[in-house]
Antibody, heavy 118, light 110 residues
Framework: QVQLVQSGAEVKKPGASVKVSCKAS??????????ISWVRQAPGQGLEWMGW????????KYAQNLQGRVIMTTDTSTSTAYMELRSLRSDDTAVYYC?????????WGQGTMVTVSS | DIVMTQTPLSLSVTPGQPASISCKSS???????????LYWYLQKPGQPPQLLIY???NRFSGVPERFSGSGSETDFTLKISRVEAEDVGVYYC????????FGGGTRVEI
């Protein structure tokens, strides 16, 4: 079945970077119509779209408030997407989700908790 | 940027009764390809969101028939014909015509 499996929880200090992985299976990762979006959810808050990457051509788009701090990449040889967030702050503490994006988000990863604390 | 506004913020419902959630967008979500890029999700406690409705009015695979989506351009509605206990959680709308933006969420409780 189609699934996205994310890497495990992370604890980072302010100013550090974190890289979360999202391994896809059950579908053609590089098919033209499928992107991978990243969404985060701070504790007790709503959902925030962070950006997307298109494995087919490596195109990326980032939310304006994260420009310059986030990098989204893919490794087509392993069907894995990555989201790296730099210069972490306490308000980056959140659950980070990847989701398959054929225009909306139909399949989601299980989420990765990232805690930023000194 | 497109702003998505959901109402109400929270909803207390009785099992077996209907429920309705509104989502308004600041710009039309109707694309020149004829599709309307509006989606509905339910996030149950401790779980990732799950897709309920895609392109405004199409139920996703496995979604019960009691869920329906309607609306056009900028005004959309998610309806639950008869609420069940398993429907509790937070409902979100999402636009994907221009990047992606979520609504603020509607908490549904029994």
């Amino acid at each position: 079945q189609v699934q996205l499996v994310q890497s495990g929880a992370e604890v980072k200090k302010p100013g550090a970077s974190v890289k979360v992985s999202c391994k896809a299976s059950g579908y053609s990762f590089t098919s033209y119509g499928f992107g991978i979006s990243w969404v985060r959810q701070a504790p007790g808050q709503g959902l925030e779209w962070m950006g997307w990457t298109i494995p087919y051509n490596s195109d990326t788009k980032y939310a304006q408030n994260l420009q310059g701090r986030v990098i989204m990449t893919t490794d087509t040889s392993t069907s894995t997407a990555y989201m790296e967030l730099r210069s972490l702050r306490s308000d980056d503490t959140a659950v980070y989700y990847c989701a398959r994006d054929p225009g909306g988000f139909d399949i989601w990863g299980q989420g990765t908790m990232v805690t930023v604390s000194s | 940027d497109i702003v998505m506004t959901q109402t109400p913020l929270s909803l207390s419902v009785t099992p077996g009764q209907p429920a309705s959630i509104s989502c308004k967008s600041s710009q039309s979500l109707l694309h020149s390809d004829g599709k309307t890029y509006l989606y509905w999700y339910l996030q149950k406690p401790g779980q990732p969101p799950q897709l309920l409705i895609y392109e405004a009015s199409n139920r996703f695979s496995g979604v019960p028939e009691r869920f329906s989506g309607s609306g056009s351009e900028t005004d959309f509605t998610l309806k639950i014909s008869r609420v069940e206990a398993e429907d509790v959680g937070v409902y979100y709308c999402l636009q994907s015509i221009q990047l992606r933006t979520f609504g603020g969420g509607t908490r549904v409780e029994i």
